[in-house]
């Protein structure tokens, strides 16, 4: 049993290390937010932005180097994939604000919580597309570890 754990670890290796940072990058954005929000009293909406661009500009440090080890420094991919990641990001923050706002302001849920809510989803589509499009190896279509690109390649 415990063989079959580390070869399930193993395999999705960046998952698993992409939820740690990820819970690291959700913990910044949900803590700026309630400082943002209870001490220094700002509005939902731009707590939610703010707390937004803090947590991004952690994701894509950490995403690069540590979860996709993306190793292409040049100036060129660096950009590219700088780009593309607050791209998909500025994408899954507009649905962060648009949650956020529903919930909050139109419904008046519990503001934590949908914080919350809110990063599980975008953290899911984030996920997907930074391995998949952001981070991938640019002389392959997906990552070798990826069991589509497998299936791609093997032509099953």
Request: aromatic fraction near 14%.
């Given at each position: ?12 290796k ?34 939610t ?51 956020m ?34 981070f ?21």
């Open positions: 049993m415990l063989g079959g754990m580390r070869a399930i670890v193993r395999r999705h960046d998952f698993f290390i992409y939820m740690i940072f990820g819970a690291c990058a959700t913990a910044i954005n949900m803590g700026t937010y309630a400082l943002l929000r209870r001490p220094i009293g700002m509005a939902n909406v731009p707590a932005i703010l707390a937004w661009v803090f947590a991004v500009t952690f994701a894509f440090f950490t995403n690069k180097v540590i979860v996709f080890s993306s190793k292409d420094f040049t100036r060129k991919n660096v950009l590219v994939e700088l780009v593309a990641f607050f791209s998909c990001r500025l994408a899954t923050g507009v649905l962060d604000v648009f949650v706002w529903l919930a909050v302001d139109v419904l008046e849920l519990t503001p934590l919580l949908w914080k919350f809510i809110s990063n599980l989803i975008a953290g899911v589509i984030n996920f997907t597309v930074g391995k998949l499009l952001i991938r190896k640019r002389n392959r279509p997906f990552d070798s570890d990826d069991a589509g690109s497998r299936t791609l390649r093997n032509g099953r």
